[in-house]
């Protein structure tokens, strides 16, 4: 079975911290992603890669950055937290073509 | 672009009604269609795809057929338990191309009372 697994399930920090969010997967897939997941709003695309140290990005990544020196990790950095990225953030992977598996999820409460 | 319309939530039904969840879509190319189910405080979990026009994707009692001429995929399942609470998200992906290109739906919220 494919595993993508997020460092936290829950994480708590305060405002303007730098956070680190880990996403690692086991199943050597090209493409990586982040999505932020909010009530009413979906999932919205943060960042994603396709490659070691390639990136893009997605629908909203003001205040994120991303780190890819390794095919099966994919770090999500907020530089400097604020109450507004407090939210679900899921890491999903994929090969090419078909469908993306996804990790449990990080939610994440900034104070 | 790639869009995924799905049928707006809450939907509520009493254990061992009929499910329709609907989701239409727009695409270039021929896409991928999937559905995902994400139980309260998990990640998204693949529940069924369908690669080709008139495939029909099934899994624990859902199944989905992908409607070309439509442009629809929606989510069906004869007799519904309180366990599939949950939210689901209709989603595609287009064959090779940006990996950008995996769409998904806003999410439906589904609640099943015994």
């Known amino acids: 079975d494919v595993k993508v697994t997020q460092s936290s399930r829950y994480l708590v920090k305060r405002t303007g911290e730098k956070v680190f969010l880990e996403c690692v997967q086991d199943m050597d897939h090209e493409n990586m992603f982040w999505y932020r997941q909010d009530p009413g709003l979906g999932l919205r695309l943060i960042y994603f890669?396709?490659?070691?140290?390639?990136?893009e990005k997605g629908d909203i990544p003001e205040g994120y950055s991303v780190s890819r020196e390794k095919k099966e990790r994919f770090s999500l950095i907020l530089e400097s937290a604020s109450t507004n990225q407090t939210s679900m953030y899921l890491c999903?992977?994929?090969?090419?073509?078909?469908?993306?598996?996804f990790g449990q999820g990080t939610r994440l409460t900034v104070v | 672009g790639n869009s995924v319309t799905q049928m707006e939530g809450p939907v509520t039904l009493s254990e061992e009604a009929f499910l329709t969840i609907n989701c239409t879509y727009t695409a270039t190319g021929y896409p991928s269609l999937f559905w995902y189910v994400q139980y309260p405080g998990e990640g998204l979990q693949l529940l069924l795809k369908?690669?080709?026009?008139?495939d029909k994707g099934s899994n624990k009692g859902f199944e989905a057929t992908y409607r070309k001429e439509t442009t629809s995929f929606h989510l069906e399942k004869g007799s519904v338990q309180v366990s599939d609470s949950a939210v689901y998200f209709c989603a595609l992906s287009t064959p090779v191309g940006s990996a950008r290109q995996l769409t998904f739906g806003s999410g439906t919220q589904l609640t099943v009372l015994p």
């Open positions: 369908a690669t080709k026009a008139d």
């Open positions: 890669s396709y490659d070691v140290k390639m990136k």
């Open positions: 999903a992977s994929r090969p090419d073509r078909w469908e993306a598996f």
